[in-house]
């Protein structure tokens, strides 16, 4: 579809950067460690796409890595702390580590040391698809072939699953001069295709179009492999009808 953008880790450690929260640092830890700095009062989207943990003897991780300039992970346990590590040198996997705090990430699985070690295994989560701004109505595929309303001017989004790791891609098919493609984002659907290394499976494909002008139209999306002849039949088809009435 072109415009998409992913809802990026980084994104979401920039606004734990900006979220002007005080932080504070813990207690030394049983056996003289000290933990790593942990933080309050974080925004809940900070984690809403993380990988999420199951750790011997019940401890639950959700995970964010930051991987840019600098390569960080954000940990928050089941006790509510948050652990900001950055990248360690050693370990089996990918390794973070602060105060004698650590994850080595290890494919699906985790060691998590926070005082003594455990072994986390991955839990798959499904993740909601990625929010379009400004959108005043989401359709999902629970909606095909239903019939709404928007006004000229309103911006709205169709959010389906599919497989572009497979080459199968979602597009409008003969878009109605009424209607105009303003954007797209994509978005993994399950926790687990964020483990770094993590590939295959179904991602959210979101489009958002804008209303433009008024009048009665019927929106089609398809799901086909851009190389393919148009005479391919489409693996999966979306339609509604967009009733655009004026502002």
């Not at 290394?197 to 492999?225: C, D, I, M, P």
Request: proline share 5%.
């Amino acid at each position: 579809m072109g415009m998409r953008s992913g809802l990026t880790a980084t994104v979401l450690i920039i606004a734990l950067a900006t979220s002007g929260c005080e932080q504070s640092a813990q207690e030394p830890a049983s056996g003289g460690e000290t933990e790593a700095v942990t933080t309050d009062n974080i925004p809940e989207e900070i984690f809403a796409r993380a990988m999420a943990f199951e750790c011997d003897g019940g401890e639950t991780l959700e995970v964010v890595i930051e991987s840019g300039e600098t390569d960080s992970a954000i940990v928050r346990t089941g006790d509510g702390s948050v652990h900001s590590l950055p990248y360690a040198e050693g370990g089996s996997g990918r390794s973070y580590a602060k105060d004698g705090v650590s994850l080595d990430l290890q494919g699906s699985q985790a060691v998590w040391t926070r005082g003594e070690s455990v072994v986390c295994n991955a839990v798959s989560k499904s993740l909601p698809a990625p929010v379009a701004a400004g959108v005043v109505r989401d359709l999902t595929a629970s909606d095909n072939g239903s019939t709404i309303e928007v006004k000229v001017g309103d911006t709205f989004s169709v959010s389906l699953s599919g497989v572009p790791t497979a080459g199968y891609v979602w597009a409008p098919e003969n878009l109605p001069t009424g209607l105009e493609v303003t954007a797209g984002l994509s978005g993994a659907t399950s926790s687990n295709q964020n483990i770094p290394g993590f590939t295959g499976g179904n991602h959210w494909e979101v489009t958002t179009f804008r209303a433009v002008a008024a009048g009665r139209y019927e929106l089609q999306l398809a799901q086909r492999r851009p190389w393919e002849p148009a005479s391919e039949p489409a693996a999966s088809t979306f339609k509604a009808v967009i009733n655009v009435v004026a502002g």
